[in-house]
Structure formats: C-alpha cells, structure tokens
Nanobody
C-alpha cells in the first residue's frame, strides 16, 4: 500500500491548511490512520489519529485547533488545521496501520510527507 499526502504549504500564523492522505488501493482492515509531524532537529511525533472504529486522539498541542477525519470508502484521511502557529511547522506524515488478512499482524505504511511552514 502506498500513501499519497498533499495539502502542505506556507501559511501565516493564524491561518488554516487541510491535509489529505489517500491509500493507493483498497484496504482489507484499517486499524488506524493518523498524522505525525517532524520539526527540524526533533523526533517524529503523533499529531492525530483515528481508528477504524472512529475513535480519535490528538496531541495536547493541537487539541481544539486540528480536526482529523476520514472517508472510509476512499481510504482517505484528512487533517484540518486551524489557528496555525510557527510551532506547527514541520513535515507532516500520514500513517496507516492495517491488516492484509484477518489473522495476520498489523503492518504500518507511511506517506512521503508534506511540508507545512507557518510564518510569524
């Protein structure tokens, strides 16, 4: 499975962006889809995650500003980012945890990353 992320760019502080990530093929079983980001010099961190049952988790730093959603029929996950600030700058990666058959262990797939730059 390949993931194609899009929607990054340059935005001023206080602005908004919407990221999208689509899987290249149908998925047997989605465990979770999520967004991670990596700022220069920092480790990759989870931003938001949505499970196949639509349970959602956010990092404390984005709660109330970011919204994750998914379109199950299109195997696509979105991240609506509002009230952006310079600390949100980084490369955003989408991640898919899925199963290829019922009895196999879950596997992870990562998108190529999309750059988000927030200017002050």
């Amino acid at each position: 499975v390949q993931l194609q992320a899009s929607g990054g760019g340059l935005v001023q502080a206080g602005g908004s962006l919407r990221l999208s990530c689509a899987a290249s093929e149908s998925i047997y079983m989605i465990i979770a889809m999520g967004w991670y980001r990596q700022a220069p010099g920092n480790q990759r961190e989870m931003v938001a995650e949505i499970t196949g049952g639509d349970n959602i988790a956010y990092s404390d730093s984005v709660k109330g500003r970011f919204t994750i959603s998914r379109n199950g029929a299109k195997n696509t996950v979105y991240l609506q980012m509002n009230s952006l600030n310079p600390e949100d700058t980084g490369v955003y990666f989408c991640k898919l945890r899925h199963k290829t058959t019922l009895f196999r262990s879950p596997v992870d797939a990562w998108g190529q990353g999309t750059l988000v730059t927030v200017s002050s």
